[in-house]
Every structure is written in C-alpha cells, then in structure tokens.
C-alpha cells in the first residue's frame, strides 16, 4: 500500500532580521498510510504546526518532498494544492475558525459553500451532527455552544467531504478534561469510520496513548517516540 502522506529530508528555515534564519525542520521524515494514526508530539516551538502546514500544502519547504496521496506538492501551484486539499484533506484547528455569524449547520457546510462538490451537502452535514450528537442544535449559533460542542462543530466540517487525510492540530488543547476525551472519542471513531489517515499533533498523552504510532519532533527531526 503506497503512503497517504510522505515527507523526506524536508528543511524548512524562517528568516530573522539581522541573524542567520531559523532552522524548523532539519531533513524531517515522515510516512503515513491510509486507515493510520501518527501522533507527533514535542515542546512548544519545535515545528509541530509549521509540519501539518507543510502536510496540509498551506506551505512549502525549502528543500526535501511532501506529498500527499501520491501528489508531489512541489509539482503544483497554489491552485492545484487548494484544490488537491479540498478534495483530499480535512483540517482540525485548536482554536476552532467557526464562524458566529453563521448556525451550526452552516459553519459545518463552508467547505461545500466554496468548492460545492457534494450532491446531498445537507444530509451529509446532518449525518455528523447526528454522530457527535449535536443535530438538535444544527440551527443554533454557535457561540451558544460550550467549546467541546464548538470543536466537534469544527471536526464535522473537516469531515465534510470524507477527507483521506485528517490533520489535527492540539484539537483538544482548550477543552476541559471531559470535553477533550469525547472530542477524542470522536476524533478516534469518526476517523476510522471514515477511513481515513490521522496526522496529530498534540500535547496531550491520553490523545497520543491513542495514535498507532508516536514521533517526537527534536531539532528539526521526527524520532520514534
């Protein structure tokens, strides 16, 4: 089975005013197949989010290879990433990108407002909610909701168009001890059922006890944990 996710020997650097540049990512490796769990963990500051960017296609190295389903990043412009990343990754933030001025049901149907590829967007959003148990307030604001309803609102979006890979970034970071392990449960569940790859970056144990496999992210490297 070929991989849903590879990095090999990927740099990445940030340049600082007057210094040499921040070296991020120094020859990062990184495999990941389709049904897998990765959890990448690490102290603040190492490139955690910088690589489920560069995975994402939200940004490019500066040398090495990301590819994701078989598609060299490298080889597409910003249009062909944007659409490679609607059509095949779905993206779970910690601070949770919902918009207030749209329902529930509206803040899970966005990526079909903007790519409109699905035949039954609704009854595809409504099929989420009832798995996370919030279809009883698809009309609701969602500033009405606690922040573990909030997140699971944001992980039914990214599940919207049954991505084959799934990028979770500290998805239970502000949540509560009891909010964070149903999220958990249902990041767990919704994944599988939907077979897809999960890639997660966490600083939580409980969630990375979870993964299949643990990377720790050390001076630019990915180690097995």
């Given at each position: 089975?070929?991989?849903?996710?590879?990095?090999?020997?990927?740099?990445k650097t940030f340049?600082?005013?007057?210094?040499?540049?921040?070296?991020?990512?120094?020859?990062?490796?990184?495999?990941?197949?389709?049904?897998?769990?990765?959890?990448?963990?690490?102290?603040?500051?190492?490139?955690?989010?910088?690589?489920?960017?560069?995975?994402?296609?939200?940004?490019?190295?500066?040398?090495?290879?990301?590819?994701?389903?078989?598609?060299?990043?490298?080889?597409?412009?910003?249009?062909?990433?944007?659409?490679?990343?609607?059509?095949?990754?779905?993206?779970?933030?910690?601070?949770?990108?919902?918009?207030?001025?749209?329902?529930?049901?509206?803040?899970?149907?966005?990526?079909?407002?903007?790519?409109?590829?699905?035949?039954?967007?609704?009854?595809?959003?409504?099929?989420?909610?009832?798995?996370?148990?919030?279809?009883?307030?698809?009309?609701?604001?969602?500033?009405?909701?606690?922040?573990?309803?909030?997140?699971?609102?944001?992980?039914?979006?990214?599940?919207?168009?049954?991505?084959?890979?799934?990028?979770?970034?500290?998805?239970?970071?502000?949540?509560?001890g009891d909010s964070?392990?149903?999220?958990?449960?249902?990041?767990?569940?919704?994944?599988?059922?939907?077979?897809?790859?999960?890639?997660?970056?966490?600083?939580?144990?409980?969630?990375?006890?979870?993964?299949?496999?643990?990377?720790?992210?050390?001076?630019?490297?990915l180690e097995a944990?």
């Amino acid at each position: 089975m070929s991989d849903l996710l590879a990095l090999q020997g990927v740099v990445k650097t940030f340049p600082q005013p007057g210094r040499d540049p921040r070296v991020i990512l120094d020859g990062a490796d990184l495999r990941l197949r389709a049904g897998e769990a990765v959890a990448v963990v690490g102290p603040s500051g190492s490139g955690k989010s910088t690589l489920l960017n560069l995975a994402a296609g939200l940004d490019v190295p500066d040398s090495g290879r990301v590819s994701v389903a078989g598609r060299d990043l490298a080889g597409l412009d910003d249009d062909a990433r944007t659409h490679l990343r609607r059509g095949t990754v779905g993206i779970v933030f910690q601070q949770f990108h919902l918009l207030p001025h749209l329902s529930v049901r509206e803040n899970v149907l966005l990526p079909d407002w903007i790519a409109g590829t699905l035949p039954d967007p609704d009854a595809r959003a409504l099929a989420l909610l009832e798995r996370v148990g919030l279809a009883d307030r698809a009309r609701d604001a969602v500033d009405r909701l606690s922040g573990g309803e909030q997140q699971r609102v944001a992980l039914c979006r990214a599940l919207l168009h049954a991505p084959r890979l799934l990028l979770a970034d500290e998805p239970t970071g502000n949540l509560d001890g009891d909010s964070g392990a149903r999220v958990t449960d249902l990041l767990f569940s919704l994944a599988r059922d939907e077979g897809a790859g999960l890639l997660v970056v966490t600083h939580a144990a409980a969630l990375a006890d979870r993964c299949d496999r643990v990377l720790t992210l050390r001076h630019g490297r990915l180690e097995a944990s």
